[in-house]
């Protein structure tokens, strides 16, 4: 859990509501891993979560909201593996990284100027049928 978790209206959470943002971002986690986006209800990650609906809409404007964090996540989380593997695949993807010392603002660490992380969550999101993308 981040300490730096906020609710929609841009409040920072305490300990408490970091645990339940936590808890919500779980069941949406699950319930992605099972069925499309677009047969997930808000009630039924609520009830998932052990809190109302209110509660959700608490701490995400809306499910696409909640979506994309745990799709950026997922991509937090394998970013480095992907990145260290296209290495491996391709010696030029190492000389291109050193000499551009231009990162994507969305790169987190990993420069290139290609910006891999945000072409990934934009093709993750249309191939869910996310037309909202944070990222354009």
């Not at 701490?59 to 937090?76: G, M, W």
Request: overall charge positive; aromatic content about 6%.
């Amino acid at each position: 859990m981040t300490n730096s978790a906020r609710t929609s209206a841009g409040t920072a959470a305490g300990r408490k509501g970091r645990e339940t943002r936590q808890r919500i971002l779980d069941a949406v986690e699950e319930r992605c891993l099972h069925v499309h986006h677009r047969e997930i209800a808000v009630g039924e990650i609520a009830r998932s979560a052990n809190v109302s609906p209110a509660t959700f809409y608490t701490y995400f404007p809306d499910l696409v909201s909640a979506t994309a964090e745990i799709a950026q996540r997922h991509l937090d989380l394998f970013s480095p593996v992907v990145h260290a593997a296209s290495r491996l695949s391709n010696p030029a993807v190492e000389e291109r990284t050193t000499k551009n010392s231009s990162p994507c603002s969305m790169s987190s660490g990993v420069v290139g100027g290609d910006c891999w992380r945000r072409s990934s969550l934009q093709r993750w999101t249309r191939t869910h049928g996310i037309s909202e993308c944070c990222c354009g």
